[in-house]
């Protein structure tokens, strides 16, 4: 069927030029196909600081900075300008075969200057997806290199999530249609998330569902046998997954057993990175000490795409031990490095710097921290919970007893509805869990804003699931 033919078969009517040819001819991610074709997807035009504007003009206050990304908000004309100085001076081109834009170097220097703990060098890449797949790839690398061809398992965790490249989707602890991509791939082990409000046992302390959770990692490791297993990777934060923070002695205790069986601890800080958490790192936040750090999504403020790996001396080591073998590393994207993207990035992290934007975002994230522990009263809420500029309400049937919602019901998405009629976007994720991660540069104002959208919206929902007699009065 041609193209015209199937467009003609879409119902266009009162539709907006960009509507209807989204609906013809765009391929959605994360979408419903059948939905957008019908409905067309909602279309937005400009941004202008936390907000953006649909092709009505409605503002919405985008409180999840896009997909976790935006950290400067939508009108940052710092990032603008740089990009233009750049596409004027280099618009294009590449690191291969010992070649290198200049302003890939600068920004591979201000990226070392920023490493949260001593590091080699940095790779780039274009996606938070790509650097975890890199890493994938590097950790297999380097045991070849150092003669221990059978290690070479991953140990990640349920509800991770580290991107959709077919290596960084298998990671994932998040189901999220995998299997019908065949991508639950070998040298995967699965261990537990450390959510003490979902995963704890009846009468289980913290203290007690940590145990449990560094003996089921031990007993992986004994099960598999510490010479086959290469890596453990995890978010500092689960963001994807419903904004999870470990307990406070998870990830010391996870550290030392790694260390003690010559495990690779991968920290996958695409999310968390430049800010999110009040700090720079999430690794600082909790103490951590990785062999490989992958940054993306703020590095930019989602302005360009580019991401980075954060690579060890040890690891850098063993990469040029084998590109003396081979004549050449051989890994790369045409992308690598892309001079306009590393411009915008170069700019990002001097805007960071000058304008106390990560201060901001810790002082401005106390404050979410406690406006959302209010909301953790609502009677919908079972668990409110969040650190620095992230955060999110998980909804529950019965809070007391932690008794989630039935799916069906699809209260999360009702939750999300309400917000959006209000101007309010937020983020509905699998078990009825509210995220929330709003641009740094939100002022306690705009929290407070956005906090009193969510009650409503929360508000509404509750009263909608009294009248279907959903909540048994």
Known sequence: ?????????????????????????????????????????????????????????KPYIEAMSGLWCAGLGFSEARLADAAYRQMRELAYYHSFNNRAPAIVAELAAELMAWAPVPMGRVLFANSGSESNDAAWKIVHYVNNVRGKPQKKKFI???????????????????????????????????????????GALPGESEAQFTDRLIEEVRSVIQREGAETIAAFIAEPVTGGGGVIIPPKDYYPRLQQLLKENDILFIADEVISGFGRLGEPFGTQVFGLQPDIITVAKMLSAAYAPISALYLSEDICAALKEGSDRMGYFGHGYTYTG??????????????????????????????????????????????????????????????????????????????????????????????????FSPPLISTEDDIDEIISITRSALDETLASLKAQGALGG
């Open 1 to 57: 069927m041609s193209a015209s033919n199937r467009t003609k078969e879409i119902d266009l009517k009162n539709r907006s030029r960009a509507n209807e040819l989204d609906a013809a001819y765009h391929l959605h991610p994360y979408s419903n196909l059948r939905q957008i074709e019908a409905e067309g997807p909602l279309v937005f035009t400009r941004g202008d600081g936390i907000r953006v504007y649909d092709e009505s003009g």
């Open 156 to 198: 990640a965790r349920e509800r991770a999530y580290h991107g959709t490249t077919a290596v960084a989707s298998a990671l994932s602890g998040l189901e999220g249609g995998k299997a019908i991509f065949d991508l639950p791939i070998g040298g995967v082990l699965r261990v537990s998330a450390p959510h003490y409000y979902s």
């Open 338 to 435: 892309h001079p306009v993207s590393a411009a915008v990035a170069l700019e990002t992290l001097r805007i960071y710097r000058e304008d106390g934007v990560i201060a901001n975002a810790a002082r401005v994230g106390a404050h979410l921290q406690a406006r959302l522990r209010e909301l953790g009263q609502h009677p919908l809420v079972g668990e409110a919970r969040g650190i620095g500029m992230i955060g999110a309400l998980e909804l529950a049937a019965s809070p007391k007893e932690r008794k989630p919602f039935p799916a069906a019901l699809g209260v999360g998405a009702q939750v999300l509805r309400n917000a959006m009629a209000r101007g309010l976007i937020v983020r509905n994720i699998p078990g009825d869990i509210i995220a």
